[in-house]
């Protein structure tokens, strides 16, 4: 007999969509969370956005649970009233030179399974959005905005609602492999010894820690994390956009895009800047580079009104910082640990692919 049947290392949004999953096949399920609080760090410093999955290689896991995780998403909120809302996206070529690749996008994007998808010309976007200025764009319908805290705080709520339960505070210290499962050490003001049939660690950006923490977890399986940050600015008065505004992908991350956010105000980022430390704050010197990039689209963004707002990191693994990486979900057909599953490098689209990835960890486990 084990204390428990799961333990979730990490209460960000993947780790708790990862527990809901569980918790909803009749398992008993505990949380770990190192922070004082859900949800602290990469899942309370993004974007906020549903994407659609046109931007992932067809077949990938990305691709895939992107997909899924949006339909999945959007019902979910539905349900309990949640605000996500389809208000869909742009993705602006400003020159000529740049349709070729938009091509290229809509049409993986037909591959990846979403159907809605299509390029229209300077004067549909003009009645769409009069600011911008490109010569083609793709207009993504299903493409949104969500509020991020309450869906985490939903999926918290079907876990404790089913018997599960977040402990905060608990640091994870390592695992040792038992027969039957795990035997889990948490650390803390109140260290302690859990037992546990299986054990999936979601722990975003310390997920190299908590990968070499496993005792017969090969090392070379474990990923080193890189930090990206992100930085964000706001914009002063109303958002001139209804829609979400991306320019063509950049290395390492989709271009530096408009979010309008729930209150109708604008935010522009985030930007990939490669950083060694969890620091925070944002690089304003950094504000004539995002001014720039944005007027490519925007030629009327004042710069004056683009003030600092706050900035998030983003976990790399292998060379996500400049080319695409994707998600590595490892179970034991990998590492040949019975009932461990390693979550690494979960980076965009994350919050969009958080549920489907929970569906995915979960059958993984069955």
């Known amino acids: 007999m084990t204390d428990t049947d799961v333990i979730v290392v990490g209460a960000g949004v993947v780790g708790l ?3 809901r999953a569980l918790a909803s096949r009749g398992q008993s399920v505990i949380v770990l969370e190192k922070n004082s609080r859900f949800g602290e760090e990469t899942s309370s410093r993004n974007s906020e956005v549903i994407h659609a999955g046109m ?10 649970l992107c997909v899924a995780g949006k339909h999945a998403m959007y019902a979910f909120c539905a349900e309990r009233g949640i605000s996500a809302r389809a208000l869909g996206k742009l993705i602006v070529a400003p020159s000529a030179s740049d349709v070729a690749a938009l091509q290229v996008i809509h049409d993986r994007g037909h591959a990846n399974d979403i159907p809605d998808l299509e390029i229209i010309g300077p004067d549909r976007i003009k009645q769409m959005e009069p600011e911008i200025v490109a010569q083609a764009a793709i207009w993504s319908p299903s493409s949104g905005i969500v509020d991020s805290h309450s869906y985490m705080l939903a999926l918290l709520g079907v876990i404790e609602d089913l018997g599960g339960a ?15 499962g795990f035997e889990v050490r948490v ?3 109140e260290p302690m010894t859990l037992t546990t049939r299986q054990l999936i660690l979601s722990a975003g950006l310390w997920s190299t820690q908590a990968g070499r923490a496993v005792e017969g977890l090969d090392p070379a399986l474990v990923p080193e994390t890189r930090f990206a940050k992100g930085n964000y600015f706001t914009y002063g008065g109303k958002a001139p956009f209804t829609h979400l505004i991306y320019p063509m992908p950049s290395a390492g991350g989709l271009g530096i895009h408009v979010t309008p956010d729930m209150s109708g105000h604008a935010r522009f980022g985030p930007d990939v800047q490669p950083v060694d430390t969890l620091d925070y704050r944002v690089d304003e010197s950094r504000k004539a580079m995002f001014a ?7 030629p009327g963004l004042d710069e004056s009104l683009m003030q600092a707002d706050y900035a998030g990191i983003r976990p790399k693994v292998g060379n996500a910082l400049t080319q695409f990486e994707d998600f590595r979900i490892l179970d034991q057909s990998s590492h040949g640990l019975e009932g461990l599953v390693c979550l690494f490098g979960i980076d965009s689209p994350g919050l969009t692919s958080s549920f ?6 979960a059958s993984r486990l069955a």
């Open 17 to 19: 969509a990862v527990g």
């Open 55 to 64: 931007y992932y290689p067809t077949g990938s896991l990305k691709a895939r």
């Open 166 to 180: 977040l402990a905060r505070n608990a640091p994870f210290l390592g695992a040792t492999p038992i027969a039957g």
């Open 187 to 189: 650390g803390g003001e």
């Open 292 to 298: 720039e990039s944005i007027r490519a689209y925007w």
């Open 356 to 361: 489907a990835i929970g569906e995915e960890v």
